[in-house]
């Protein structure tokens, strides 16, 4: 199960990001106050996006190999609650939600898990669509939230609060446009060092 689980994470959280790359030292912490103006905004603009689509480019650094590992693919979003995320390059793999229903398809190969028997996926859940729209940021239950910001750059770094998911993420970094309220690059760090970086193009909102 939890190769099972860490592989959907690898595969789902990580939803977004066409923004130019900004370092660690370029963002600071800001404060209580602003931080909730930020997360505000930020929840605001998430309840408005009826659907969203984008192609995406994943680039993944894993301790076992040498040299970075990207990966194509495209995704869309209903905030009914139903996501495609499909891979379409240099391998094909589709995982999709609907109805608490998770799908995940590699091919001839399909696997489901209700999410109603799963806490843990409920979790993983949560975060794609944190991920996704940038919405749940505001009295997150099962990660803290620390605000960061610098030019047109706001960043939210998630952080586990239970052992379940600490096993898996280490820290999960939303960057978003600050003049749209979007998410626009999803930087997740594994709990075994390994780090994916997720940016999308395209991108096409429906509101």
């Known amino acids: ?20 790359p900004m370092s660690a030292q370029q963002l ?38 040498e040299e970075k590992v990207t990966s194509h693919g495209l995704m869309k979003y209903r905030n009914m609650g139903s996501l495609v995320w499909q891979y379409t390059s240099p391998f094909k793999y589709t995982f999709s939600i609907d109805n608490n ?34 919405q749940n940021l505001n009295n997150n239950r099962d990660f803290s939230v620390v605000m960061y ?14 052992n379940q998911m600490k096993q898996f993420v ?4 939303l960057y978003f446009d600050k003049s749209r309220r979007m998410v626009n690059k999803v930087v997740m760090m594994q709990a075994n060092g390994d780090k ?8 096409k909102v429906s509101r």
């Open 101 to 134: 229903v998770v799908t995940m398809k590699s091919g001839s190969r399909t696997q489901s898990v209700d999410l109603a028997a799963s806490k843990t996926f409920q979790n993983v859940v949560k975060m794609v669509k944190s991920s996704i729209t940038g």
């Open 149 to 162: 910001a610098g030019g047109n750059t706001w960043m939210a770094q998630l952080t586990p609060r239970h």
């Open 196 to 203: 994916i970086t997720i940016e999308l193009t395209n991108i």
């Open 28 to 65: 600071r912490k800001v404060t209580s106050q602003q931080s909730a103006v930020m997360i505000k905004e930020i929840c605001k603009s998430a309840q408005t996006v009826k659907a969203l689509s984008c192609d995406f480019i994943q680039v993944s650094e894993v301790s076992f190999l």
């Open 1 to 20: 199960m939890k190769s099972y689980i860490r592989n959907f994470i690898v595969g789902a959280v990580l939803s977004l990001g066409t923004v130019l």
């Open 170 to 173: 280490k820290t999960v970094s």
